[in-house]
């Protein structure tokens, strides 16, 4: 792995390497990519000498730009920050793929007057960065949103998506003799696909550790959302009509699930309680004066939360070349009669130690 460093002007400054006889060092890197936010994160150490230190200070220095090439991956960050070492003669450097570009960019509050397509959203905030649409999945959906605080633009980009039906984006650039040429944002409406590829214990994988957890978990939501134009108090869904035979909303507003309270009801031990729901009832708010989008957006929260959480983390062996981040593959463990679909949340590699770990999760047995 090849690293090259340089200025905002783009002029290269200098270049670290985990293997090159010459130049500095690279070691304890880590790459991570992360389907929740889009960006990818890559982090190192960079050892240096006494006699090149201020090369070393000058070329990490935090705003800088930093390529990355490994393989057939040619990537580029901004580095965001640097911690300087003299006893230990080192520089960690922390590096984001979206960068001062959009972090450092703040994203007011905002009411759309009708509904636009999600290109349109986030065009207005990341057009004068540099960044363009690249892929759109969802080029035809529109959405009327609303934000009532100001955030990062990357922030603003995540909450876009994430109103979009839950889309997710990701970030990529052409780089042409170590010249940005094209920075893009890519709209998926999931990312990855079910490519089928099994990945087993002692073949592809060390090891796999299951983590369970019900600390989020919950079988009704009591949701709130803003106070329309005017008004003093916000919405609620008291009032909204919704049954699918499972999720419906009560009299008073609040939604719940039927399979899920007759799994977690907190009432299954008391017999003297016949028919007593006992749900596991937490709030939930949203930032819309819509009660359909309100109702919408926790829907989708109480169906993710009303379940058991499971995700698998696993050590890689070798990882198939085709397989990339948001793609759902078959995990298998034999020993442990686990056989699952899982998708591909976040996988962190780092050439220095030849290690990768991924976190598989969204699973069906």
Not at 92 to 107: F, R, T
Request: hydrophobic share 35%; glycine share 6%; charged share 30%.
């Amino acid at each position: 792995m090849i690293i090259y460093f340089a200025d905002r002007h783009m002029n290269v400054l200098g270049q670290a390497s985990t293997s090159l006889p010459f130049g500095f060092t690279v070691f304890n890197d880590e790459k991570i990519e992360d389907t929740d936010t889009g960006v990818a994160s890559f982090s190192c150490y960079i050892s240096f000498e006494d006699n090149n230190r201020l090369n070393a200070e000058h070329m990490t220095e935090a705003g800088n730009y930093l390529l990355r090439k490994h393989a057939d991956e040619n990537e580029f960050y901004t580095i965001i920050e640097t911690e300087i070492d003299p006893e230990a003669h080192e520089i960690y450097i922390y590096a984001e793929d979206a960068g001062l570009d959009l972090l450092n960019e703040v994203a007011e509050e905002y009411e759309a007057s009708e509904t636009y397509p999600i290109a349109w959203y986030i065009d207005k905030w990341a057009a004068s960065s540099g960044f363009e649409i690249g892929i759109n999945e969802i080029p035809n959906l529109k959405k009327k949103l609303k934000w009532t605080s100001e955030s990062t633009v990357t922030e603003r980009l995540d909450s876009i998506a994430s109103q979009f039906d839950d889309a997710e984006i990701s970030y990529s650039f052409d780089i042409e003799n170590l010249i940005i040429t094209n920075k893009y944002i890519n709209i998926f409406r999931k990312r990855g696909t079910d490519i089928g590829e099994e990945l087993r214990i002692n073949r592809h994988l060390k090891n796999i550790i299951v983590k369970k957890s019900v600390a989020n978990l919950a079988t009704a939501l009591k949701a709130t959302g803003s106070a329309p134009e005017g008004e003093d108090e916000a919405i609620t869904l008291k009032g909204y009509k919704y049954d699918d035979g499972d999720f419906y909303v009560d009299t008073d507003g609040i939604l719940k699930s039927r399979k899920a309270v007759e799994k977690w009801t907190r009432y299954c031990w008391d017999k003297k309680k016949p028919g007593y729901e006992g749900h596991i009832e937490k709030t939930y708010s949203y930032d819309t004066d819509s009660q359909k989008i309100l109702f919408e957006n926790t829907l989708m929260q109480l169906k993710s939360i009303c379940e058991m959480e499971v995700n698998y983390e696993a050590d890689i062996s070798v990882l198939p070349e085709n397989i990339r981040i948001g793609d759902r593959v078959n995990l298998v463990d034999d020993s442990g009669q686990l056989y699952v679909s899982a998708r591909l949340l976040q996988l962190k590699t780092s050439v220095s130690e030849g290690t990768q770990t991924a976190t598989f999760g969204e699973y069906l047995m």
